[in-house]
């Protein structure tokens, strides 16, 4: 009972963290003028490169080469991948005017397959192009491209909208997106000539009967917009959903004279591919006496063939007219819904359960345009089944509603973003080290990254997410005060809610700061299935014969069967003294043990998923599952004053007193350390002396207190017996074998050994 009472009063706070503080704002960034910079990881050239987040600006993808140094650059294109060029080993991101982006995140995927097979390079020197058919003066030269070839279109004056170029057929099915591109440039000796000629890149998807379905146009060149026309490389991008009944698709690259202006244009570096989507609503309104199934409109619409956003027609919808159409998920992928419209609009996913709130879409054009284009985030974890609704908030024109979700793709991996947030929601760095790692013990299956750890509202969140990064198949949190807040000796307090769910391993747990292991002190661990039950755990050393410490003995752990400790919050806490560890939960005492580890020792919170014990994450699994923490106490322990703790220690401990001065007792400490089950097997207890300090397991006392009790000398060494009295002394720091002989020749120590046979 004395013990525990000395417990209670004897620990000094020395930390406190309740999250009402955070991080700097743009804490892992490189602030360049009014750039945020930063290095992402490493890509391989063809990747594609998609970056997704909230109020992004303007962006650029920075390619760099395995020296750091810039090898090119994309300017960001919301929903559109860039494409890591051939001398590209990593990649980096800039951002400017980044005031409101948060919840960046970065996907890399395999290199697109060209649905041109590599044609679109033009490499072919010898004036014909190979599978394409050519009109007027349109050659493949050499020698004249971004690295190599290109196709040169020279215009002729024989007729108005007189032209040359040459087009091709591809393949392409229904049901997913078409990504295309092209750069084009007037060459600098042979600049187009007037003001309206333009390069067009024309993507069509065909019917079986040839009919087009749907199309995009984009203007790499255009004379008028004096676009293009300064000698350099311009490239042009559209993107479009194959409608159904796509059977094949067609590309046409041309040269356009409205007028009798001549002139050459160069293209180069066409490709066209499909996004690894699936396309689970796909509604262009060009098919007029479609029977509606499945939409529901409350108001008046019609067709409206006039002015399409693109192919025939589209839903013209009287203001306050709401047009809505139920949307089946899949939950484990992530969604990006979109709409067009001339004119404004309310629209959202809503759902029907009541757990989930409705989605708002946003508008993503420019004020003043014609057609906005209105979209979602790429949102994740969403339920099965689902909603679009459109209301008109004006008299409207509404087209190509699309509904997205990317097909199973293990290669795909993501690129962690230091601070992803970029709103100092980190907990605070100066008190707090978050990784951004891949690594893991006992087989887990996450990547612990930094985007993952989060303060909302005054608590930590260490959340995990079914994203895989690198050769990790899920991401999930992890924090220390591993330079920060480390002790030895102390009580440790964490106040937290633990999630749940098959494959999740929460831990509170604390570690050397020296790297070894063990010794390790796990205040609580939890396993996600199993909610009313948390573990406690200590494993102390050394290691031998390549055992773990439950091999030898030398680990002490408990259960502890309580409330369900995914509900609500609770208090972990554990207080490590020089006579062992206790732990509590809610206060009360839950398991003890008389090893206490000898070294400093720093805490660790952390969000395992997989593993040895847990399993792994199975379709119950709920992701973005989080363990919340409310605060974190530190405190360290206060050893009593020399005076009252030489009578504590009587008639529990033998003392070997020694003055640390000299080699001899530093070898000492060594063989204690290397048998320290014997040593404590012998209950004794050690006070190092070092000139007016006193250090190990008695720190922070006045030296002169315990030299004059026992009457040390300098370079001495003395032995007491639990009575209290000197059994002997040496002037200079004895063999630990002497030591163990002398103890186990005492009277006391013989009638220990016979009670515990008795035993």
């Known amino acids: 009972m004395l013990w525990t009472l000395l417990l209670l009063n004897e620990f000094d706070l020395i930390f406190h963290d309740d999250f009402s503080t955070t991080a700097k704002r743009y804490e892992g960034w490189t602030l360049v003028g009014d750039t945020a910079q930063q290095n992402l990881g490493l890509v391989r050239p063809g990747e594609q490169v998609l970056l997704d987040g909230q109020g992004l600006q303007q962006a650029t993808l920075r390619w760099l080469d395995d020296q750091a140094n810039v090898v090119g650059e994309d300017v960001w294109q919301e929903g559109v991948p860039a494409t890591a060029p051939p001398a590209a080993r990593a990649v980096g991101l800039t951002l400017r005017n980044s005031a409101n982006a948060s919840n960046l995140s970065v996907t890399v995927a395999p290199p697109a397959e060209d649905r041109l097979g590599g044609l679109g390079n033009f490499e072919r020197p010898d004036g014909g192009i190979e599978g394409w058919s050519a009109f007027n003066q349109a050659i493949a030269w050499e020698g004249i491209g971004r690295e190599g070839g290109a196709l040169r279109t020279v215009g002729p004056l024989n007729e108005r909208y007189g032209g040359s170029g040459l087009e091709r057929r591809f393949d392409v099915q229904a049901g997913t997106i078409l990504h295309a591109s092209v750069f084009g440039r007037t060459p600098e000796n042979a600049t187009v000539r007037g003001t309206k000629n333009f390069g067009v890149l024309r993507v069509e998807c065909l019917a079986e009967d040839g009919r087009v379905l749907e199309w995009r146009e984009v203007r790499p060149v255009d004379a008028e917009q004096k676009s293009g026309v300064d000698g350099q490389w311009h490239q042009a991008k559209c993107d479009m959903p194959t409608p159904t009944g796509t059977v094949s698709g067609r590309v046409v690259l041309v040269f356009v004279q409205p007028e009798f202006e001549p002139g050459t244009i160069d293209f180069d570096d066409l490709k066209i591919h499909t996004e690894d989507q699936s396309l689970q609503l796909h509604e262009p309104f060009d098919q007029v006496n479609h029977t509606q199934e499945s939409w529901e409109i409350q108001g008046e619409s019609r067709y409206e063939l006039d002015a399409p956003l693109s192919g025939t027609a589209a839903l013209f919808l009287r203001s306050g007219t709401e047009l809505s159409v139920p949307v089946d998920l899949d939950p484990s992928r992530a969604v990006t819904v979109s709409l067009a419209a001339r004119g404004l609009v309310d629209a959202k996913v809503r759902f029907q359960n009541a757990v989930q709130p409705p989605i708002a879409l946003y508008d993503s054009s420019d004020a003043g345009q014609g057609w906005r284009a209105w979209r979602s985030n790429r949102m994740q974890n969403l339920p099965r089944n689902a909603e679009l609704v459109v209301r008109a908030r004006g008299d409207v024109l509404v087209d190509a509603i699309r509904v997205s979700q990317p097909t199973a793709n293990a290669e795909t991996r993501s690129l962690p973003i230091l601070n992803g947030n970029l709103d100092g929601q980190l907990p605070n760095t100066d008190d707090w080290e978050i990784a951004n790692a891949e690594w893991s013990f006992n087989n887990e299956e996450q990547f612990y990254a930094q985007d993952c750890v989060s303060v909302r509202e005054g608590t930590l969140h260490l959340t995990a997410l079914n994203r895989p990064v690198g050769t990790r198949k899920y991401s999930s949190g992890h924090a220390t005060t591993k330079h920060q807040h480390a002790v030895k000796w102390g009580r440790w307090e964490v106040r937290a809610r633990l999630p749940e769910g098959r494959g999740y391993w929460p831990a509170i747990w604390l570690l050397p700061t020296d790297g070894s292991w063990p010794p390790e002190v796990d205040i609580m661990e939890f396993i996600g299935h199993e909610p009313n039950k948390v573990h406690h755990s200590a494993h102390w050393g050394p290691l031998r014969d390549g055992l773990k410490p439950w091999d030898l003995g030398q680990t002490s752990t408990k259960t502890f069967a309580g409330p369900d400790f995914t509900k609500d919050f609770h208090d972990f806490a554990c207080e490590w003294t020089p006579e062992g560890v206790v732990w509590f939960v809610d206060g009360v005492e839950r398991h003890r043990t008389t090893a206490s580890p000898r070294k400093p020792m720093y ?47 009587k008639w529990s401990k033998r003392l070997l007193i020694l003055d640390t001065t000299t080699a001899k007792a530093q070898d000492l400490r060594t063989e204690i350390d290397r048998n320290i089950a014997a040593w404590r097997d012998r209950d004794l207890h050690l006070v190092l002396l070092d000139g007016d300090q006193v250090g190990g397991e008695e720190a922070n006392q006045d030296a002169s207190v315990w030299r004059k009790k026992f009457r040390l000398d300098q370079e001495g060494a003395v032995l007491v017996g639990k009575d209290g009295g000197v059994k002997e002394r040496w002037s200079v720091a004895p063999r630990l074998q002497e030591i163990f002989d002398l103890v186990d020749a005492m009277p006391m120590r013989q009638r220990e050994l016979r009670d515990a046979t008795n035993d």
Not at 627 to 643: D, G, Q, T
């Open 603 to 649: 805490l660790i919170l952390n969000l395992a998923v997989g593993g040895d014990w847990p399993g792994s994450p199975d379709e119950t699994t709920p992701w973005n599952a989080s363990m919340e923490v409310e605060h974190v106490k530190i405190w360290k322990w206060i050893a009593s004053k020399p005076e009252k703790r030489i009578k504590e220690l």
